[in-house]
């Protein structure tokens, strides 16, 4: 069974409404929560691929990417949990994992599971709730994996059309 069904959800997803890149993260974790998250990656055979600038990288351990000079370039780490959906990772603080997804990826019932899975998968690893802010909206979450349900939920209603 789904987490959420497309027709209720659909707004959020509109990239006219919400911007394009929303921001999701996971607030409240550590050093070790990141690293669990990359391990996660691994498990799974999830295709990634880390970079420094223009310069494509193993993908090291959390503790060696989140001890980088405050001064130096953010390195991102691109995950596709299948071929057609991406996360784009950004290591700026060791207590919030955050990404972003491009809306334009996540249209339609079957894109929104592989989404909801993903969330799923980061949020049961880590024991962590991962919200979703619209584009710029940092703080104000609109759905995210709920620890205690075990599912992704809606955090507000969606806007009418």
Known sequence: ???????DVSSFFDPD???SLPDVRVPGCSVEGWQAVLDLFEERGWKCQYSEG???LPVPRAESVLSRPADAECPELRVWPTPDVL???RFHDDEVIDFDVDLWEL????R??????FLREIGRRVGRPVLMDPE???GRPVLGFDVEADRVVLLT???II
Do not use: N, S, Y
């Open 1 to 7: 069974m789904a987490d959420l069904l497309w027709d």
């Open 17 to 19: 409404l919400m911007g």
């Open 54 to 56: 223009d310069t494509a």
């Open 87 to 89: 996360a784009i990772f």
């Open 107 to 110: 249209q339609g019932q079957e």
């Open 112 to 117: 929104l599971d592989v989404f909801c899975g």
């Open 136 to 138: 710029g909206a940092h």
């Open 157 to 159: 209603e969606p806007p």
